[in-house]
């Protein structure tokens, strides 16, 4: 998204802009379609509202946008990272205590 907000604000066209992306490796060779349907949402979603705006509006206006979908981005993975983290310490505790019932249990 940073490479993406650089290369808005120096005005290239969208075809240069999408060659430039998928020469440095950013974008998938299939284009803009292929990112959207890459992700899982809410990350497609996104994506999809970023390649909208894609060549409309002035160059500010777009890079604006893509700097609060970067934010938006962000915020779904910390997100999800905090929630990988609390499943994580969950699902060990749970076996630990499904062992000691099933131990109970036998007795």
Request: glycine share 8%; charged share 30%.
């Amino acid at each position: 998204m940073i490479r993406l907000e650089k290369l808005l604000l120096q005005r290239l066209p969208t075809d240069v802009l999408t060659d430039e992306l998928i020469r440095e490796g950013l974008l998938p060779e299939a284009g803009w379609e292929a990112l959207e349907a890459m992700g899982q949402p809410p990350e497609a979603e996104i994506c999809a509202r970023v390649v909208a705006l894609l060549g409309h509006g002035d160059a500010e206006s777009q890079a604006a946008s893509v700097r609060l979908a970067a934010e938006e981005l962000r915020e779904v993975t910390e997100k999800a990272s905090r929630e990988e983290a609390e499943k994580g310490k969950l699902y060990p505790t749970l076996g630990l205590m499904l062992g000691m019932l099933a131990a109970v249990m036998s007795l």
